[in-house]
């Protein structure tokens, strides 16, 4: 949840198209689900490639936005690198925010697979099909990517697929502690489906696609922060602990 307010916010800042917002600050948090799956096969967490954690990646991005905006101004995302650097190479042409985009992908991808080679050593297949759901939302989010809402309310979408895939990682975080069924089908899928369904089987009005839009996020939102709660509740009963004082009931 930290992790997609944080892509939130670079989004914003960015000014970054949605598409490119969507497929690539939009992945963040798929190295958080590899790292459920590696846990799955090797019954441990890392969240490290070589020298390079989250800590060193939050101090990458942070140097980047504070030199990059505090320099050469509000505008310096839409600033190609020709513009900042002064040189005069074709390759130069790209956008700063499109670089900081390509770089959060890259690492998105280099994190995600560090998590996951070990466990595609061990069974290739089985961890493959974990990946499913995340194939799953790629594709739906191909067609949303057609709707007025995709454009238009552009955060609200973003929102939408963080929330159902946070869902999807707490179904995974539950299949490894309690060891409760996984599956690659979820009906949380639907929070998606319904605004493309609305807009391109129903024909309903721009407006009307954008407030359904609002509302199946809301939804998924609840789900979440409900979710949360009840394993939370569960945890605290079990072990019998206040969950406001964190201590042992008397």
């Known amino acids: 949840m930290v992790y997609a307010c944080l892509g939130a916010f670079i989004g914003y800042m960015l000014r970054i198209e949605p598409g490119l917002w969507i497929f690539s600050i939009g992945l963040v948090n798929l190295p958080f689900y590899a790292m459920e799956i590696r846990h799955y096969y090797c019954k441990d967490f890392v969240m490290i490639v070589g020298d390079i954690g989250p800590v060193e990646v939050e101090l990458i991005y942070t140097i980047i936005l504070v030199v990059s905006g505090g320099y050469f101004g509000g505008d310096a995302f839409e600033k190609t690198l020709a513009q900042v650097t002064g040189l005069k190479y074709g390759f130069l042409e790209l956008k700063m ?4 985009a390509m770089l959060t992908f890259f ?15 061990k069974n290739p297949k089985e961890t493959m ?8 939302l790629v594709g739906i989010s191909f067609v949303s990517g ?3 809402s995709f454009v238009s309310h552009t955060c609200i979408v973003y929102f939408l697929y963080q929330m159902v895939f946070a869902i999807i990682i707490v179904r995974l975080m539950i299949f490894n502690m309690a060891e409760k069924p996984f599956s690659i089908l979820h009906v949380q899928y639907i929070y998606l489906l319904i605004p493309i369904i609305a807009y391109f089987v129903a024909g309903v009005s721009v407006e009307l696609e954008a407030m359904i839009t ?15 709660y009840r394993i939370s509740k569960q945890y605290t009963t079990l072990h019998n602990i206040n969950f406001f004082t964190i201590k042992e009931k008397q």
């Not at 690492?107 to 050593?121: A, G, M, P, R």
């Not at 099909?129 to 799953?136: A, H, M, N, S």
């Not at 609002?214 to 949360?228: A, N, Q, Y």
């Open 97 to 100: 925010k499109t670089l900081i």
């Open 107 to 121: 690492l998105e991808i280099i994190f995600t697979y560090d998590n996951v080679k070990d466990s595609l050593e």
């Open 129 to 136: 099909t974990f990946f499913i759901p995340v194939f799953i």
């Open 146 to 148: 057609q709707l007025p």
């Open 214 to 228: 609002i509302s199946c996020m809301l939804c998924s939102l609840f789900e979440f922060f409900f979710t949360i």
